[in-house]
Each structure stands twice: as C-alpha cells, then as structure tokens.
C-alpha cells in the first residue's frame, strides 16, 4: 500500500506542475513599458518555485516507497544522515533561493518602486474610500487644492473634501470617478486611503499598490496600449468588497486632451 501511494503521489505532483509550464492560466496580456520585466520575474520565480515543489514531492515519495515496508514495525528514532544534516540543508536551499529571487527581481522592482518619476509624469490623485474610487487631476494651474476631511461630502459630490470658496488651487482641480491617462506617457499615481485598507490593482498594468490608511503613497508607470482596463480592491475592506471597482481608460493623448476639457467643464 505504500509504494502504491508513493506512485500516486509522484503522479499527481507531474501532473500539477503541466499547467504551470504551459502557462494555462496566466496574466492577461501586459500594456505597461516595465511588465515584461515583472513577467520574466514571476516566470523565474514560478520555475524555482515548481522545481522546489516537485523535488520535495519526489523526495516524500522515496521516501515513502523506500520506508513504508520496513521489516522493523519499531518507531524510526534518527532521521536518515541525521537531523542536523537535514536543517543545514535546508536552511542552504531556502537561503539560496531567497537570495536567487531577489537579486533576479530587484531589477524589476526597483524600476517601480526605487525609482522617481520623471519631472514631466502626469500626477494624478487617486482616492479609495468603501466602496469606490476615485481620482483627481489639477487644473490648468498644476496645482492640487488642499484636502480638508471635514469637508467631504459625498452627497454633494465633495469627495476629496475640497474648499473652492477660499482656495483657488482647489477650483480648477478636476474629480473623476475613472482613472483616464494618455498612452505612453508617464503616470504618477498619489494614493491615499479615505477610511480602511483597500488595493489598487490592474492585472493588465502588472501594478498592484495597497492604499494604506494614514500613509500618502505613490506609484508611477506607463501604459502603452490604449483601451479600457478594469481597476479593482484586492484587500477585504468590507460587504460591499466584492463590487469595489473603477476602469483605467488608456487614450492617445488627443483624445485625453479632449476627455479633460470636458471634465472641466462639468465641475
């Protein structure tokens, strides 16, 4: 019974690891300057990773096919070579690969995150608050009007808590309930969290940025192939998580142009 599980279980392990080599379910195609490097990185981490996997499960099995017909029922009371020679091992192994994955995606990270934007990146303000996003652009001035939490009013459309009488930075600043960008330009995302944790996630971008309550965060990132992506929450934040979502609307920047000359003058 136990080299017919042994058999079983090795089976089961090469069998698994087929859609993970065929890239069954994989990411949706990439529309960003810096996804190919997040694809090679999470394609290396997937082949260390699976190959960690099915040597493990390899091994359990040996050692199930090699142990369960023991002519000895007694207890095993050392581990095979010894259980100091099995830590050092492992911790070599682990230690190794941490260090293997890290150095192969601190290139493809730091583009990211250890990297300013560029001067000329469009900044854009992004709000999440249960259940909703939102966004805002400056005006003409280049400005963002100061935020004031007292003052937001979501009946009266005051999502960010904006204070036009008394402030001129604030009049001109543009709110949206989608997140519209010119294609191959440079985005600047400021985030920040109106009440719980929420995330910042489109698959399409390889960006996934959690909105941290108290913390102002930013990403930047340039989207290069115009369409109309779907922005959604992947941290719980509540009932209504599940229907927590925005679109990223990816123009030419003459249509963008366009799109914010018509939001303006709908404020």
């Given at each position: 019974?136990?080299?017919?599980?042994?058999?079983?279980?090795?089976?089961?392990?090469?069998?698994?690891?087929?859609?993970?080599?065929?890239?069954?379910?994989?990411?949706p195609p990439d529309i960003s300057t810096h996804g190919h490097?997040?694809?090679?990185?999470?394609?290396?981490?997937?082949?260390?990773?699976?190959?960690?996997?099915?040597?493990?499960?390899?091994?359990?099995?040996?050692?199930?096919?090699?142990?369960?017909?023991?002519?000895?029922?007694?207890?095993?009371?050392?581990?095979?070579?010894?259980?100091?020679?099995?830590?050092?091992?492992?911790?070599?192994?682990?230690?190794?690969?941490?260090?293997?994955?890290?150095?192969?995606?601190?290139?493809?990270?730091?583009?990211?995150?250890?990297?300013?934007?560029?001067?000329?990146?469009?900044?854009?303000?992004?709000?999440?608050?249960?259940?909703?996003?939102?966004?805002?652009?400056?005006?003409?001035?280049?400005?963002?009007?100061?935020?004031?939490?007292?003052?937001?009013?979501?009946?009266?459309?005051?999502?960010?808590?904006?204070?036009?009488?008394?402030?001129?930075?604030?009049?001109?600043?543009?709110?949206?309930?989608?997140?519209?960008?010119?294609?191959?330009?440079?985005?600047?995302?400021?985030?920040?969290?109106?009440?719980?944790?929420?995330?910042?996630?489109?698959?399409?971008?390889?960006?996934?940025?959690?909105?941290?309550?108290?913390?102002?965060?930013?990403?930047?990132?340039?989207a290069t192939k115009v369409g109309r992506y779907e922005i959604?929450?992947?941290?719980?934040?509540?009932?209504?998580?599940?229907?927590?979502?925005?679109?990223?609307?990816?123009?030419?920047q003459e249509d963008f142009d366009k799109w914010l000359k018509?939001?303006?003058?709908?404020?």
């Open positions: 019974m136990g080299k017919f599980f042994a058999v079983v279980l090795t089976i089961i392990a090469l069998v698994s690891a087929v859609p993970i080599v065929m890239h069954t379910w994989w990411m490097a997040i694809d090679e990185q999470l394609t290396d981490t997937m082949a260390e990773a699976g190959f960690s996997f099915l040597a493990a499960q390899l091994l359990l099995a040996l050692f199930v096919w090699k142990f369960s017909e023991r002519k000895d029922s007694g207890p095993i009371k050392s581990l095979p070579g010894g259980a100091k020679g099995l830590v050092i091992a492992a911790l070599i192994l682990v230690g190794t690969e941490m260090l293997a994955l890290g150095v192969l995606g601190q290139k493809a990270w730091a583009s990211v995150y250890f990297t300013p934007a560029s001067p000329n990146a469009l900044q854009v303000q992004a709000q999440a608050g249960q259940f909703a996003f939102y966004f805002r652009y400056p005006g003409a001035d280049g400005k963002f009007g100061a935020l004031h939490p007292d003052k937001i009013d979501e009946g009266n459309q005051n999502y960010f808590g904006l204070d036009p009488a008394n402030e001129v930075e604030a009049r001109d600043d543009i709110v949206s309930g989608e997140l519209a960008i010119p294609a191959n330009r440079e985005v600047l995302l400021l985030i920040h969290a109106k009440d719980v944790g929420h995330s910042f996630y489109v698959p399409e971008l390889r960006i996934q940025q959690d909105f941290v309550p108290g913390l102002d965060l930013s990403v930047h990132f340039t959604v929450c992947t941290q719980l934040c509540g009932l209504g998580h599940y229907n927590m979502k925005a679109y990223l609307n990816v123009m030419s018509q939001k303006a003058s709908e404020q």
